[in-house]
C-alpha cells in the first residue's frame, strides 16, 4: 500500500495545487505537506482503492500489471470477495480520517484542506458503484462535465 500510495500522485497534486493558491499556501503550510499529513495519506486512499477496485478486472483482462487487489489476495491468501471486503473498510475508514481532519484543522487552513477534501470527492465522483468513468467515459460523467462547465448552476 505504501508504493501504491505514492503512485497515484496525490502528493504531488496536492503539493503543485497549493502552489496556485498563493500566499495562503505559506512556508508552514509546504512543511506540513513534507510531513504527510493524515488527510494527506486519507485522500490518496480514497484515489487508490476507489480506482484498484474499479479497474482492477478490465486491467485484469488487458494483461495490465497486478493491482493492489491482487497484490492484497496473494499477500494474505484471500479470495477477490474478501480483497473487496477489506478494501471497502479501509476505504470508510479514510474516510473518517478525511472528516476528521477536516472538522478538527491543524494550522493549516481549510480552503487548502478543502482541496485534500475535494480530490477525494472527485475519486469518488469518476469511480462510483465501481465504474471506471475515468477511463469509459460515459454519459453520466459527461452530463457531470456539462452542468460544471456548461450549464453552471448560477451563485
Known amino acids: 500500500m505504501r508504493v501504491a500510495l505514492v503512485s497515484i500522485g496525490a ?18 503550510v509546504f512543511d506540513w505537506l513534507q510531513q504527510n499529513p493524515k488527510i494527506v495519506r486519507a485522500s490518496s486512499k480514497v484515489i487508490r482503492l476507489m480506482d484498484d477496485m474499479a479497474t482492477h478486472k478490465f486491467e485484469q483482462e488487458r494483461g495490465h500489471i497486478a493491482s493492489s487487489i491482487e497484490c492484497y ?17 479501509q476505504l470508510e475508514n479514510a474516510w473518517k480520517d478525511i472528516n476528521e481532519e477536516c ?8 480552503l487548502l484542506l478543502s ?5 477525494a470527492r472527485a475519486a469518488d465522483v ?8 475515468f477511463t469509459h467515459l460515459g454519459e453520466v460523467m459527461k452530463n457531470n462535465i456539462s452542468m460544471l462547465l456548461i450549464d453552471p448552476v448560477p451563485i
Open 11 to 28: 502528493p504531488v497534486l496536492t503539493f503543485i495545487s497549493f502552489i496556485g493558491m498563493g500566499e495562503i499556501a505559506t512556508k508552514e
Open 115 to 119: 482541496r485534500l477534501l475535494n480530490f
Open 126 to 133: 469518476m469511480y462510483k458503484g465501481q465504474k471506471d468513468a
Open 103 to 110: 472538522l478538527k484543522p491543524t494550522a493549516v487552513p481549510m
Open 73 to 89: 489476495m496473494k499477500q494474505h491468501g484471500v479470495s477477490e470477495q474478501q480483497a473487496y471486503e477489506e478494501f471497502h473498510k
